[in-house]
């Protein structure tokens, strides 16, 4: 069994910043790509970004060159910087891990973390 565990959300100004983070812990597992879903009211549940084990990087248009994604393999744990915050970004976020453990694959999810962004 694998928890995911998300931290860092809350209410930011636009043009601010927020650094979400998300631990996976449990026993007797190994990790595969990380990475950010976001949904907003009445939308879909969509990728924002992800990341291999290897440390390769993918985002999606709308958060290229304001969000980071990182991660810690040592601590699997997986960082999502984001900077130039706009109301758009008005979300709960979930991470999720494509995780593999003794009883086979599949992909994990954090309970997700309510970004809000407003002046």
């Known amino acids: 069994q694998v928890q995911l565990v998300e931290s860092g959300g809350g209410l930011v100004q636009p043009g601010g910043s927020l650094r979400l983070s998300c631990k996976a812990s449990g026993s007797r597992f190994s990790i595969y790509d990380m990475g950010w879903y976001r949904q907003a009211p009445g939308k879909e549940r969509e990728l924002v970004a992800r990341?291999?084990?290897?440390?390769?990087?993918n985002y999606v248009d709308p958060v290229k060159g304001r969000y980071i994604i990182v991660r810690d393999n040592a601590k699997n744990t997986v960082y999502l910087q984001m900077n130039s915050l706009k109301p758009d970004d008005t979300a709960v976020y979930y991470c999720?891990?494509?995780?593999?453990?003794?009883?086979?694959?599949?992909?994990?999810w954090g309970q997700g973390t309510q970004v809000t962004v407003s002046s």
């Open positions: 990341i291999s084990s290897g440390g390769r990087a």
């Open positions: 999720y891990a494509d995780v593999r453990t003794t009883i086979g694959r599949g992909d994990y």
